[in-house]
């Protein structure tokens, strides 16, 4: 039935206020059109009987609306006839995930735990600088990589997040931020790490669908340089993300030695130091403008020492590449503990002589456990066969 008039007719306005408010809790029955390609939308808005010869031109506008607006509500969405959005009402929804906490660090960090329609649980942080601010999004629940200094490790892989989960996580803290219509100029939200909970190239489609929905020149338009995926070195996937999107990269390293990454990074028995910096090497698109970010966690006495500053130095000769030391940050049980400053200044001193950035990343956000590797959720897996249902603080430590 076709729910659309010729042009210049319109639905009196209120038009669709029966049909179920799409503030309602997020889930319900109705689709989420959130992280749909602009195709997809279209697919969905002839699905509710729009013609076929208008679906681009109503697809265009949706677009705005969800992702240059902000909207929530298919009754905001006034250039769209009011039939059009008592129907896309029905069948659809633009509710954001729940937002379980938000929690507000003294040093301006934010929070936020979201709570997906089937109750599976993320967290992502806000850290923001003086006028502007990178947001950390997660990619899963849970993580299969079991890094032995991070928390989000010791919880269990629960599932991959879609792309509209992902994208989601962004919306809600620009929702927190007021800041829509999304701004052109200057604006909080301004960059976005790929660092939360979880593997991005364990998830790559939909990560690479959401980013190119973040990335849309039509919506939040952020550029592909003010976004820096992070991995732990799922080798045969970066050069393609590096060709598909374009994005700044990551590689949480933390050792220089083999035996010690097998350890900390345990990915590293499948695709070992040597892989991972050949892969960074054919890095499409790094440069000196766009560097190669090393990630190095500063463990007391394990992967600290000068020697070990001096390796790195020679392992990633030839790389455009800068350092991110980042110190430590402790969780309930972890086995580690944080080098002292002194530690850090020396490793930091070295790998600066040899010509490469080394800034020690200022832990942000540690009272409110949202610094690196403090993130985790809940949620666990459904209890398996034969194996008992963990609690969350008993879950194996990898
Ligand atoms: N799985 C991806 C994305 C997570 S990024 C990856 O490994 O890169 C999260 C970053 O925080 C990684 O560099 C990770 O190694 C680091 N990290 C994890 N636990 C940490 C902790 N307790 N203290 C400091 N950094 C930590």
């Given at each position: 039935m076709?729910?659309?008039?010729?042009?210049?007719?319109h639905?009196?306005?209120g038009?669709?206020?029966?049909?179920a408010?799409?503030?309602d809790?997020p889930?319900g029955d109705r689709e989420?059109?959130?992280?749909?390609?602009?195709?997809?939308?279209?697919?969905?808005?002839?699905?509710?009987?729009?013609?076929p010869?208008?679906v681009g031109?109503r697809?265009?506008?949706?677009w705005?609306?969800?992702?240059?607006?902000?909207?929530v509500?298919?009754d905001?969405?006034?250039?769209?006839?009011?039939?059009v959005?008592?129907?896309?009402?029905e069948r659809?929804?633009?509710?954001?995930p729940?937002?379980?906490?938000e929690?507000r660090?003294?040093d301006?960090t934010?929070?936020?735990l979201?709570?997906?329609?089937?109750?599976?649980?993320?967290?992502?942080?806000y850290?923001?600088?003086?006028?502007r601010?990178?947001l950390?999004i997660s990619?899963?629940?849970?993580?299969?990589l079991?890094c032995?200094f991070?928390?989000?490790?010791t919880?269990r892989?629960?599932?991959n997040?879609d792309?509209g989960?992902?994208?989601?996580q962004?919306?809600?803290a620009r929702?927190?931020?007021?800041e829509?219509p999304?701004p052109?100029?200057?604006r909080?939200?301004?960059?976005?790490v790929?660092?939360?909970?979880?593997?991005?190239?364990?998830?790559?489609?939909?990560?690479?669908?959401?980013?190119?929905?973040?990335?849309?020149?039509?919506?939040?338009?952020?550029?592909?340089?003010?976004i820096?995926l992070?991995?732990?070195?799922?080798?045969?996937?970066?050069e393609?993300?590096?060709?598909?999107?374009?994005?700044g990269?990551a590689?949480?390293?933390?050792?220089v030695?083999?035996?010690?990454?097998n350890?900390?990074v345990p990915?590293?028995?499948?695709?070992?130091?040597?892989?991972?910096?050949?892969?960074?090497?054919?890095?499409?698109?790094a440069?000196?403008?766009?560097r190669?970010?090393?990630?190095?966690?500063?463990l007391k006495?394990?992967?600290d020492?000068?020697a070990?500053?001096?390796?790195?130095?020679?392992?990633?000769?030839g790389?455009?590449a800068?350092?991110?030391?980042?110190p430590?940050?402790?969780?309930?049980?972890?086995p580690y503990?944080?080098?002292?400053?002194e530690?850090?200044?020396?490793?930091a001193?070295i790998?600066?002589?040899?010509?490469y950035?080394?800034?020690?990343?200022?832990?942000?956000?540690r009272?409110?456990?949202a610094?690196?590797g403090?993130?985790?959720?809940?949620?666990?897996?459904?209890?398996?066969?034969?194996?008992?249902?963990?609690?969350?603080?008993?879950?194996?430590a990898?």
């Amino acid at each position: 039935m076709p729910v659309e008039a010729e042009p210049g007719a319109h639905s009196r306005p209120g038009a669709g206020r029966n049909a179920a408010s799409t503030s309602d809790p997020p889930g319900g029955d109705r689709e989420s059109l959130i992280g749909l390609t602009r195709a997809e939308l279209a697919e969905r808005l002839q699905a509710v009987g729009v013609p076929p010869d208008r679906v681009g031109m109503r697809a265009k506008q949706l677009w705005h609306w969800i992702y240059h607006r902000g909207a929530v509500e298919f009754d905001a969405m006034t250039t769209i006839g009011g039939g059009v959005r008592a129907a896309l009402a029905e069948r659809y929804t633009l509710a954001r995930p729940e937002t379980a906490t938000e929690q507000r660090s003294t040093d301006g960090t934010r929070k936020w735990l979201l709570r997906f329609a089937d109750g599976r649980e993320v967290e992502s942080v806000y850290i923001p600088e003086e006028d502007r601010g990178a947001l950390c999004i997660s990619s899963q629940v849970g993580c299969t990589l079991s890094c032995t200094f991070c928390h989000t490790g010791t919880q269990r892989m629960v599932r991959n997040l879609d792309a509209g989960e992902i994208v989601a996580q962004f919306l809600v803290a620009r929702d927190s931020y007021g800041e829509w219509p999304s701004p052109r100029g200057p604006r909080l939200l301004s960059n976005i790490v790929m660092m939360g909970m979880g593997e991005p190239l364990f998830n790559y489609d939909n990560v690479a669908k959401a980013l190119r929905i973040v990335m849309d020149p039509e919506g939040i338009a952020l550029s592909r340089r003010r976004i820096t995926l992070s991995t732990a070195g799922v080798v045969p996937m970066i050069e393609r993300c590096g060709a598909d999107l374009g994005v700044g990269l990551a590689i949480s390293l933390h050792a220089v030695r083999d035996d010690l990454r097998n350890e900390l990074v345990p990915i590293n028995r499948k695709y070992p130091i040597a892989e991972l910096l050949a892969a960074c090497r054919r890095y499409p698109g790094a440069s000196n403008a766009r560097r190669i970010t090393f990630e190095y966690v500063m463990l007391k006495g394990v992967n600290d020492s000068e020697a070990d500053a001096r390796a790195l130095v020679r392992l990633i000769a030839g790389i455009p590449a800068k350092l991110n030391l980042i110190p430590f940050n402790p969780w309930p049980g972890a086995p580690y503990a944080c080098s002292p400053p002194e530690a850090i200044e020396r490793f930091a001193a070295i790998v600066n002589r040899a010509g490469y950035a080394a800034p020690v990343r200022a832990p942000r956000g540690r009272d409110i456990l949202a610094a690196c590797g403090q993130l985790k959720s809940a949620s666990t897996p459904r209890p398996a066969r034969r194996r008992a249902t963990a609690s969350p603080a008993s879950a194996p430590a990898a």
